[in-house]
């Protein structure tokens, strides 16, 4: 048993003019530079999209869109400095009211029922300095991805999600039982945003967001993070060696908004500098935790490492 909320917006006689349809079309618009093709992403019908910008902009009293017009690709619609100052406050107000009515719920129909927590599994990296889709590359006789899949068990975690533009991924995953979102946009600040929004339909009090090239990562410090977590909700916490700070990070509900509208090309530690007060730092087990694998190289040296192959003894 869980709470849903679904928050709209109404004008004074009491009519609907904004709400989760609306604003995921005007994101898919930033995102496409098209009306149209956002539409078809929400496989909506042209008109009925139209007509949805039409009403909350008359409600409203300003435009949502403007066309831009001409160069390569011959037009299109981008999101006024009016729509998006009000789609993000739109999103804040919602994912406040969710909150809310979470924590409330919990105290209502629950006991001391503990933080819900997600995972956001960060798969859509190019490899270009490997050569090939490093993440499928073997490591220790499977493929690298399988051991932050292990260490990230689902036990864990409510929910967990992998964001990749890979199908191969995506094929491996499906196998597994863990959800996907495949996507084709370029950006670190895509693939945290498209993370969140495959939560939005039961949104967690706080997501996990954790890279799949870092081996050694192991399930004792995921679960580490994870008890800081539900102990102090309210923080945001990064794991961290010596004072050298890395991956993963989780993110309470409340920076959610924040998250979807990352600097392009960002991932979401941009977001503590804001908050620097706000984040707690977890101690890694060992500074192999927090290595990554980039090269060919990489993951010859830490496959024979004999510091790393304690991770993998019986």
Known sequence: MYS???????????????????CHLLNGIERTGSLRAAAEEMEMAYTKALRLLRHAEAT???????????GKGGGGSRLTP?????????????????????????????????????CVLMASGESR???????????????????????????????????TRHSEITKLCGGMG????????PYRSDTVRLGLEALDDNPPDGCMFCPCDQPFLSKDTIENMIQAFMGEPEYIYR????????????????????????????GGSCLLQSYPEQVRYIEAASHWELKDIDTRED??????????KQFFSP
């Open 60 to 70: 409203l009293g300003f435009p949502l869109t403007e066309r831009t017009i001409g």
């Open 129 to 163: 300095r490997f050569g090939d889709n490093k993440l499928l590359a073997p490591f220790h006789g499977e493929p690298l991805i399988c051991r932050i899949l292990a260490a990230t068990d689902s036990s864990l975690f409510a929910r967990r999600v992998v964001v």
């Open 4 to 22: 849903t909320t679904r928050v709209y917006l109404r004008d004074d006689n009491g009519d609907k003019f904004f709400g989760e349809g609306p």
């Open 239 to 266: 794991l961290s060696w010596n004072g050298t700070p890395g991956s993963p990070l989780i993110f309470p509900r409340k920076y959610f908004a924040e998250l979807k509208h990352l600097p392009q090309g960002k």
């Open 82 to 118: 009016q729509a998006k100052e009000f789609v993000q406050k739109y999103e804040t107000f919602r994912d406040a009211c969710r909150q809310t009515n979470e924590k409330l719920y919990r105290q209502i129909f629950t006991k001391a029922a503990s933080p819900v927590l997600a």
């Open 299 to 308: 993951l010859e040296m830490m496959e024979k490492n004999p510091m790393g």
């Open 178 to 185: 863990i959800p996907t979102v495949l996507h084709s946009f």
